[in-house]
Nanobody
Framework: QVQLVESGGGLVQAGGSLRLSCAAS????????MGWFRQAPGKEREFVAV??????????YYADSVKGRFAISRDNAKNTVYLQMNTLKPEDTAVYYC??????????????????WGQGTQVTVSS
């Protein structure tokens, strides 16, 4: 049984930082795609960032709203993906979900591409 378990969410002031972690168990995603989506109250779930395996090394993709502020990374030995979030803004407030799949997805920003999801972790940024 595959499980994705997120951690690291919390309450932070605007301009602060948080680091989210997502640990996978039940299968390895070292040659797949792992990433983050988020859902704010009253809004649809949206793409944040993903990291995908490729023959030339990992590729990373970001939503325009987080480029330059967020950084995604992975530790294949731990089957874990991280999201370092800096210069947080109130509009970053959302439940953040980890997503994973066993291959590369051209539609990496489409949540329908992913086979596995975590339960979510709340990030609240106060102004």
């Amino acid at each position: 049984q595959v499980q994705l378990v997120e951690s690291g969410g919390g309450l932070v002031q605007a301009g602060g930082s948080l680091r989210l972690s997502c640990a996978a168990s039940g299968r390895t995603f070292s040659r797949g795609t792992m990433g983050w989506f988020r859902q704010a109250p009253g809004k649809e779930r949206e793409f944040v960032a993903v990291i995908a395996w490729s023959w030339t090394g990992s590729s990373t993709y970001y939503a325009d709203s987080v480029k330059g502020r967020f950084a995604i990374s992975r530790d294949n030995a731990k089957n874990t993906v991280y999201l370092q979030m800096n210069t947080l803004k109130p509009e970053d407030t959302a439940v953040y979900y980890c997503a994973a799949g066993p291959r590369y997805y051209s539609a990496y920003d489409d949540q329908r591409s992913y086979d596995y999801w975590g339960q979510g972790t709340q990030v609240t940024v106060s102004s």
